[in-house]
């Protein structure tokens, strides 16, 4: 039995779906239950992170944190002699790459979950996740499907974006096989390119050139904290510290699943209409 923290967030959800399809008994922590609308099979448990319920005995949990850093200990207590194993979807604080050691306000709270589920005495497997393919919606999708001129900062950083079916293959391997306790995987897409490459494939995916205007650090914070609020320092920070450099990039989604992961062309192919 697998539980999912999680599961109606992006990579959650394609967590549920790929356990429903192999058939491996789950549930889901869920606050919302009647908006839920998970896979079949997945059996639902009324909850809150903040106040977590009692729960069911698993073999394994698959975790990601969403509430206020201060609430984790109390989860932790309540969840640790119900399982065995927290696999964690975490960030790549310890990759020696620029891009990803600029300080920021949720490095040290998921630092902190880290070492309190080291601590717990539970087996653990930390997931690593570069830069999302899915960010690609919210971040160009808005100026593209309008039509106009995509004004982004730090057009010449590449990053290595994951597609969300692939984080949740590693999971899903993580969850229901021995061998992956006390592992840290750092999980990327198979390809470095930069945030313009990105938005040329996804013009040459539907059909249409877009222009691209980059934008100053300034200009990024006038046009773009209304959406993201303070969140844009950290994302310019890290851009900044990236550029013209190549991204990082792993192959431990083909180790651990035996299947390449996905490349961000295959990801806007599937996803073309919502850039439309």
């Not at 050691?101 to 997931?127: K, V, Y």
């Not at 730090?154 to 229901?176: E, K, N, R």
């Not at 494939?201 to 609020?229: F, M």
């Amino acid at each position: 039995m697998i539980l999912i923290v999680g599961a109606t967030g992006r990579v959650g959800r394609e967590v549920a779906v790929q356990l429903s399809a192999r058939r491996v008994p789950a549930c889901a922590l869920v606050r919302n239950p009647d908006n839920a609308n998970l896979p079949s099979g997945i059996d639902i448990v009324p909850g809150d992170l903040t106040a977590p319920p009692t729960f069911p005995r698993t073999d394994a949990v698959f975790l990601v944190w969403t509430a206020p850093f201060s609430a984790f200990p109390t989860f932790l207590n309540a969840i640790a002699p119900t399982t065995d194993h927290i696999v964690f979807l975490s960030a790549p604080y310890n990759t020696p790459h620029p891009f990803f050691q600029q300080p920021n306000p949720l490095r040290a709270g998921g630092l902190d979950i880290e070492s309190r589920i080291e601590a717990s005495g539970l087996n653990w497997t930390f997931l690593r996740p570069s830069m999302f393919s899915a960010n690609a919606l919210h971040f160009w999708g808005p100026q593209i499907r309008s039509g106009q001129t995509v004004r982004w900062p730090y057009l010449s950083t590449p990053t290595a974006p994951i597609d969300q079916y692939d984080m949740a293959a590693v999971a899903v391997q993580a969850l229901c096989e021995r061998g992956h306790d006390r592992t840290d995987y750092v999980i990327t897409g198979p390809q470095s390119l930069t945030q313009a490459e990105q938005i040329d494939t996804i013009g040459r995916v539907i059909g249409r050139e877009i222009t691209k205007q980059n934008l100053s650090d300034e200009e990024a914070r006038r046009e773009l904290e209304p959406t993201y609020g303070k969140a844009i320092d950290m994302l310019l920070d890290a851009w900044r510290a990236g550029a013209d450099k190549p991204a990082w990039v792993t192959n431990t989604v083909e180790q651990v699943t035996g299947n390449r992961a996905r490349t961000f062309e295959q990801w806007v192919r599937k996803h073309a209409e919502a850039f439309r």
